[in-house]
């Protein structure tokens, strides 16, 4: 869930609250909610999913680990506060957000396998649960090797590419949108601010049941500042596939350089450097870092100003991605890869010393050695033979002169 702070549809009242005042009401607030979302630790919910801890709380709900009673299975598990059904748009984003998780099956992608309503009026969604860590948190650790980001890029531009064939604009891409688990694989998560085209979808529902298609008014905007694409001043409706390529041309920025390309904390100066400012070169925003030049070319095509300039579509990010030639190895694979022989001793004489492993010899090359071997004892024998004859005539020689 999306905290308040990094969205643009914030509503600001005319009341004159000091700032100390305002402090004091969200604390109370959230310690009110974070209680009432611990008090439902413990319980089974809808008859079948265990809530077992607490992982997040926020404005809307909040998110828990939990399992499956009956087939002992470890879910993620978001409730919406009771209240929040008294605004429709929310609950539509969250609905949106299982309908998404339901239809899109993607490796790269969080499923969704139950949405439901509680007894106390609250709505639930059942996510598969990734045990990792989210990208935000692992880019404060600071730039990231070149070849792990291109492996999750290549990997969320896929992701990408699967929901937008089912006509979903995913419109809230960002680093705490993406879960990465124990093998770096990166999992994209929360399509509750998504755009979805009810034509594509197979849905069986009629279109009076379907998920709104609008979420807010004409030329509103909405989604993460930081992260929106220059196109999205014209309203959400100018948005659509190319402004999630933009989102991942700044999260691959911010991987490689361990911060935002921009530095701007005011949402309006910040939206102001997406639609006019250059990202600076890395050499510049990361002294230290070096970005592969046909790297840094992508990640220039996908953060250009007019949509129609950038990739049209995540497949031919994919294809760029891939003709790199770095990026292409799994991480886990090479973590798990076995050490190198080390070299065998090799004994000469009485002494012994170390040769370095030889390649495998070839068929011809073992079939000379047999040889060879077998030739040796015959080559001794042989030896043996001349020596006794040579003997034999030399003392047969003797004696003949003897007499």
């Known amino acids: 869930m999306s905290s308040s702070n990094e969205s643009t549809n914030i509503t600001v009242g005319t009341a004159s609250v000091s700032n100390m005042d305002v402090d004091k009401a969200n604390e109370k607030v959230v310690d009110k909610a974070e209680d009432r979302a611990r008090a439902i630790i413990g319980t089974v919910i809808s008859g079948r999913y265990r809530i077992v801890d607490l992982i997040a709380t926020g404005g809307m709900g909040a998110v828990y680990l939990g399992e499956h009673v009956h087939m002992h299975k470890r879910i993620a598990v978001k409730i919406l506060h009771p209240e929040v059904d008294e605004q429709p748009e929310i609950v539509a984003r969250f609905e949106r957000e299982a309908?998404?998780?339901?239809?899109?099956?993607?490796?790269?992608?969080?499923?969704?396998?139950?949405?439901?309503k509680l007894d106390d009026g609250a709505y639930f969604l059942v996510l598969d649960y990734i045990e990792g860590r989210n990208l935000g948190d692992l880019i404060c650790d600071g730039p990231m090797p070149v070849d792990?980001?291109?492996?999750?890029?290549?990997?969320?531009?896929?992701?990408?590419a699967a929901a937008h064939a089912l006509g979903i604009v995913h419109r809230d891409m960002k680093p705490r949108n993406i879960m990465l688990d124990k093998n770096m694989v990166p999992h994209l998560i929360d399509f509750g601010f998504a755009k979805m085209s009810a034509d594509k979808l197979p849905l069986t529902a009629t279109r009076e049941t379907r998920p709104a298609s609008r979420l807010t008014g004409v030329g509103v905007i909405f989604g993460t500042i930081r992260y929106l694409a220059p196109e999205s001043a014209h309203g959400m409706d100018a948005v659509d596939e190319r402004a999630d390529l933009y989102a991942l041309g700044v999260i691959m920025y911010e991987m490689l350089a361990g911060k935002h390309p921009f530095d701007s904390t005011d949402p309006v100066e910040m939206f102001n450097h997406h639609r006019v400012t250059l990202p600076p070169p890395f050499s510049e925003r990361a002294p230290g870092v070096n970005v592969p030049s046909e790297l840094d070319g992508i990640i220039r095509k996908l953060l250009e100003k007019d949509p129609y300039e950038r990739y049209q579509t995540a497949k031919e990010l994919v294809d760029a991605l891939e003709v790199l030639p770095f990026g292409h190895e799994p991480e886990e694979k090479r973590k798990s890869a076995p050490p190198p022989t080390p070299p065998a001793p090799a004994v000469e004489g009485d002494s012994e010393k170390l040769v370095a492993p030889s390649k495998p010899a070839?068929?011809?090359?073992?079939?000379?050695?047999?040889?060879?071997?077998?030739?040796?004892?015959?080559?001794?024998?042989?030896?043996?033979?001349?020596?006794?004859?040579?003997?034999?005539?030399?003392?047969?020689a003797v004696f003949f002169a003897m007499r």
């Open 148 to 160: 792990r980001v291109v492996r999750i890029a290549k990997q969320l531009a896929g992701a990408l």
């Open 99 to 116: 309908v998404v998780g339901a239809h899109v099956r993607h490796p790269n992608i969080a499923n969704a396998t139950d949405f439901g």
């Open 362 to 396: 070839s068929t011809t090359t073992k079939k000379k050695k047999k040889k060879s071997a077998k030739a040796k004892p015959a080559a001794n024998g042989l030896t043996y033979a001349l020596a006794v004859i040579a003997v034999l005539a030399v003392a047969a």
